[in-house]
């Protein structure tokens, strides 16, 4: 793997991990951003985590490595419903700090990014 690409690889697993260790040292904040027609919030903020979490690790694993990649790819799709449901209710992670609504905007594209990103690793 050339070298610009191995350092993507790791630099998503590292934050693929951190993301998601957050998710179970700091809920709240991702619990906030649940839609509200999905049930049982801090549940799905927690296996969300664990996903990340795992998805991070997998990448580093050239065995697991193409699993994991299509694993975030599928999480990425899965929770984007929560950056529209921030920007159309308006809602920020940590709620004495607002997002501006441009970059609530902005947010938007950056999931098909992370699933570019994730789906380099594929093949």
Do not use: C
């Not at 793997?1 to 260790?21: D, E, N, R, S, Y």
């Not at 979490?53 to 699993?67: E, M």
């Amino acid at each position: 793997m050339p070298g610009f690409k191995l350092a993507a690889l790791w630099l998503l697993a590292i934050l693929m991990v951190a993301i998601g260790i957050l998710h179970f040292v700091q809920p709240k904040p991702f619990v906030r951003i649940v839609p509200k027609f999905l049930p049982a919030p801090l549940a799905l903020v927690y296996i969300s985590g664990f996903f990340e979490i795992l998805g991070g690790i997998g990448l580093l694993i050239p065995d697991t490595r193409v699993w994991a990649a299509w694993g975030l790819i599928a999480l990425y799709v899965a929770v984007f419903p929560a950056n529209i449901y921030m920007l159309t209710h308006n809602i920020s992670l940590n709620p004495k700090k607002p997002i501006p609504r441009w970059a609530l905007w902005a947010r938007l594209p950056f999931q098909f990014l992370f699933i570019a990103w994730a789906y380099w690793f594929t093949g």
